[in-house]
């Protein structure tokens, strides 16, 4: 790349800290990373550091949601993201959209036929054991031909085989009853799923799942972003259709659905008290909080270099401002402007200290240098031999993180004692 | 005042604005009891006015003085306070009816094909970016969009042609998605609307829509789009209201130096697309 004409700075060299900084460097991937990250948290918390005066920032969690899942886990902590869940990656949107593709198929075959009840549906009023176990599904798939054939003639079939469970029966005759896709009975079909999930299947989550509770954050999650997803579909659907924009057709729900899904609106998840909050960087701006740990303090990744249409040589006319380019607004994105003020928000918002976390190989090997972002604060470094440490059945918090908690830190805050 | 402002003949900011840097406290600063909102806080990420919300409580402070709100909320305020239409495609009709736009031959597919390359019904998003970015630096004003010509044509050969094909490819569907659709065809054009609401009724929408506001602030954004910049600049012109520009730190002091120049335009929420 070309020297930039002249030069587009936003930014003092030095920057002060209000608060001390310690950096975390993990040798391999940010999996490790991410465990480190988990393991600083739980030290806190074993000093009696309220999980509420904590938060996980990383600049783009997409790619740390996942590590510092695995690692809360390990840890027993219960995260909660302040992102949109991935939509398309839950079990609820696999069940409304097999069900939209269910009723737009002529002639389903079996794979089609069955792949709600895959997906955990539920009838209107359970009477037996729902969502349907794994053996009678297995079953199911095992004695049912596998060819296309309309709906009612499914249900005839099943209605007729004397070995079908009841449970299938019943949804069978669900199935047939085709239901037209006027907007008003997709928003019954759908929003009826929904809900029945939220009553069934979120419940059901929650008694089986382990102690960090993350299967029925998911699903809890996955349901209330449903429901705006059906009302949405719903207004949309009934606004096309007035425009002849399309046709009634369930293909046509469907194909909506999946444009609704991928879209990542503002982020809004429901907040948890007892849980630890993880959030974007973007997102802490004005907040205050003792302890926050910020992860991905790598070149490349936090800064990154915003993607654009525009030509460099452009966006640099229009950052420097000469001539008449001074009336245009410039984007500070083109330069990592908005990667370096969400590095300063985190600072800001940290009030007693705050972790420094960063990785230094990719999962495929490729090595990642330390964020330049770093360069401009003080930090103390962690120690080899502390960092293993904490990474070790100990989970020994460092010396030095440790000396960042004030004196008098009570073994159990949340609890005011008798006398 | 009036004829200052039509006539852009003062460069930089009028005194009823003020930028801060960086400085959140002076905001909670107005926190008081009070029966009326006083200041209109457009946050545009919607986590910035939970954010707030949690500072003020946190220091037990009211917040009966504050309305926080997104910027297209308050264009539809001033929209129906002058009893017009405040309805604006959703970026996911949009991206729909974009498609629909460039799967045809005309003038935005035969740019945008010379830009991108391969079939520009594939590229929507890039195509959707492109406008967003124009829109961003522009609000299509027409000094504002002189002047990006300008700097396309004094970029170096051959990134001045491809810069003008990207330029005259986004002109083209910003003008289709007008034709094409009744509503506002982006939540930049529902806030131009309202900008010139402001400008056309010489200020009563704005103060039915908000009839005890005495300052608007923005918050919590690393670019002031021209979009913002004119919608304030209507509103300090035409009523009796504050502007405060809350910066974050890290881009606060560069854009506080290029603030005054974006602002000065006449005419706030003119468009020119030709």
């Not at chain 1, 920057?15 to 490790?32: C, H, K, N």
């Not at chain 1, 600049?59 to 993201?81: K, N, Q």
């Not at chain 2, 909320?73 to 974009?98: H, I």
């Amino acid at each position: 790349m070309t020297d930039a004409p002249s030069a587009v700075r936003f930014d003092a060299p030095n920057l002060d800290t209000d608060v001390p900084v310690a950096e975390i460097e993990t040798t391999t991937t940010r999996y490790q990373e991410a465990r480190a990250a988990m393991a600083v948290v739980a030290g806190l918390r074993d000093r009696g550091v309220p999980v509420r005066d904590i938060a996980v920032v990383a600049r783009d969690l997409d790619s740390y949601e996942e590590p510092l899942t695995r690692a809360a886990i390990r840890h027993g902590v219960t995260p909660v993201f302040w992102t949109q869940i991935d939509l398309v990656e839950t079990g609820l949107y696999r069940l409304v959209t097999s069900l939209c593709e269910l009723f737009a198929a002529a002639e389903p075959d079996r794979e089609l036929l069955l792949r709600p009840l895959e997906q955990e549906w539920t009838p209107q009023e359970a009477t037996d054991e729902w969502p349907l176990p794994a053996e009678v599904l297995e079953e199911t798939v095992h004695r049912l031909p596998q060819e296309s054939r309309p709906t009612h003639a499914w249900n005839s079939l099943i209605n007729e085989a004397a070995w079908a469970d009841q449970r299938v029966v019943e949804y069978a005759e669900w199935v047939a009853r085709d239901p037209e896709p006027t907007p008003t009975a997709v928003a019954d079909v759908l929003g009826g799923v929904v809900e029945l999930y939220r009553e069934t299947v979120v419940p059901e989550r929650r008694a089986t799942d382990p102690p960090a509770l993350l299967e029925t954050e998911t699903a809890a999650r996955a349901t209330v972003r449903m429901e705006t997803l059906v009302e949405q579909v719903e207004s949309k659907y009934s606004q096309r259709l007035a425009d002849r924009w399309t046709d009634e057709s369930w293909t046509a729900v469907h194909g909506m659905c999946e444009s609704l899904a991928r879209q990542r609106p503002g982020r809004r998840e429901h907040a948890n008290a007892r849980a630890l909050d993880i959030m974007e960087a973007n997102d802490i701006w004005a907040r205050e909080i003792p302890y926050v740990v910020a992860v991905g303090l790598v070149d490349g990744e936090w800064p990154t270099r915003a993607n654009s249409t525009m030509p460099s040589e452009l966006q640099h006319a229009i950052l420097a401002g000469d001539g008449p380019a001074e009336r245009l607004a410039p984007q500070t994105a083109w330069l990592a402007g908005r990667d370096l003020d969400q590095f300063h928000d985190t600072i800001t918002a940290a009030t007693t200290a705050l972790i420094v976390t960063r990785h230094t190989h990719d999962v495929d090997g490729s090595q990642r240098t330390r964020s330049p972002l770093l360069d401009h604060i003080d930090v103390e470094p962690i120690s080899r031999g502390a960092r293993q440490r904490l990474l070790s059945a100990d989970q020994a918090l460092p010396s030095k993180i440790e000396s960042m908690l004030p004196e008098e830190t009570p073994a159990t805050p949340e609890v005011t004692p008798d006398a | 005042m009036r004829m200052a402002s039509e006539l852009a003949a003062f460069d930089g900011l009028p005194e009823s604005v003020t930028v801060h840097v960086s400085d959140v406290e002076s905001l909670l600063g107005w926190a008081d009891h009070a029966s009326h909102v006083s200041t209109v806080v457009i946050a545009p990420v919607e986590l910035h006015r939970r954010n707030l919300k949690l500072r003020l409580t946190d220091a037990n402070l009211p917040l009966d003085v504050f309305e926080f709100v997104g910027p297209t909320a308050v264009a539809s305020s001033v929209l129906e306070a002058a009893g017009k239409s405040s309805k604006a495609l959703d970026r996911v009709d949009r991206l729909a009816l974009l498609g629909d736009i460039l799967s045809g031959e005309n003038e935005a597919t035969g740019r945008f094909r010379l830009v991108f390359g391969g079939e520009p019904a594939q590229n929507g998003d890039d195509v959707e970016q492109a406008r967003r970015e124009l829109e961003v630096a522009t609000n299509y004003h027409p000094v504002r969009m002189r002047a990006f010509r300008q700097a396309v044509e004094s970029a170096p050969s051959p990134i001045d042609v491809d810069a003008g094909d990207l330029l005259h490819g986004t002109l083209a569907v910003e003008r289709a998605l007008r034709r094409r659709s009744e509503k506002s065809p982006s939540d930049g054009a529902l806030i131009r609307r309202a900008t010139r609401t402001v400008i056309d009724t010489d200020g009563s929408a704005w103060d039915e829509a908000y009839p005890s506001a005495e300052r608007i602030a923005l918050v919590g954004l690393s670019t002031v789009p021209a979009t913002l910049v004119d919608l304030f600049n209507a509103i300090t012109s035409r009523c009796d209201v504050e502007a405060h520009f809350f910066l974050r730190r890290g881009t606060g002091p560069f854009l506080k130096q290029r603030l005054g120049d974006v602002w000065s335009v006449p005419n706030p929420g003119q468009v020119v697309v030709a």
